[in-house]
């Protein structure tokens, strides 16, 4: 069974703040999915990373994906309140599946 | 922007008593899922249906699981004999082809209580 873990588990900051959050296996996926998902919702994709090293900016948000493709980061510079919520990391596996293993998630709140 | 429907939002049902969740995918993607995630817990794969077949399924996909495309639209996941455990928010994804080149829009749940 393929694993992710994220990082943390719950932040919160400041408007304006930076932030990283990361997502982690000793596992490789061939790819690796970053969705946001808000109480009571469904998960909505954010982006899509396929390259190791790949690095794709969507807005204050930069998505990394790890050169081992093992491991995703996803970086928000100037935080702002419209971002608090749930950020859940998911993997396709290094095979021909279509399956997504998904992390626990890392819970965001930015106060203003 | 396209949706995936489903229906019911809500269910409680007693134990032992069958269920069927509905969906209505995006009308133009080819693969179908189900995942489920229990309260507090990660989101977890059911099962994968494209080409009218499952093509993956998890350890959780039991005999107690079936799937169905009964017509062009719709994609139901039926639970024969509920159980406690089976209490969850069930999650209806669709995509238009398949793995990391095409994202997944998944549906906002039915949310299963099993009393």
């Known amino acids: 069974t393929q694993l992710l873990e994220q990082s943390p588990q719950f932040l919160s900051i400041q408007e304006g703040e930076n932030l990283t959050v990361y997502c982690n296996s000793s596992s490789v996926f061939s790819s690796l999915q970053w969705y946001r998902q808000e109480p009571g919702e469904g998960p909505v994709l954010l982006v899509t990373v396929v390259t190791g090293g790949e690095v794709k900016k969507l807005k204050r948000l930069t998505f990394q994906f790890g050169d081992a493709r093992k491991d995703s980061s996803l970086h928000i510079t100037a935080a702002q309140t419209g971002d608090t919520g749930l950020y859940l990391c998911?993997?396709?596996?290094?095979?021909?599946?279509?399956?997504?293993?998904f992390g626990g998630g890392t819970r965001l709140m930015v106060k203003p | 922007e396209p949706e995936v429907t489903q229906t019911p939002s809500h269910q409680v049902t007693q134990m032992g008593q069958e269920v069927i969740l509905r969906c209505v995918p995006i009308s133009n993607h080819l693969y179908f899922y189900w995942y489920r995630q229990i309260l507090g817990q990660k989101v977890e794969f059911l099962v994968s249906f494209y080409n009218n077949e499952i093509s993956e399924k998890s350890e959780i996909f039991d005999d107690q699981f079936s799937v169905e495309r009964p017509d062009g639209s719709n994609f139901t996941l039926k639970i024969r004999s509920t159980k406690l455990e089976d209490s969850a928010m069930y999650f209806c994804a669709s995509s238009e082809g398949p793995r990391e080149a095409y994202g997944y829009t998944f549906g906002s749940g039915t949310r299963l209580t099993v009393v």
């Open positions: 998911a993997g396709a596996p290094n095979n021909a599946g279509n399956m997504l293993t």
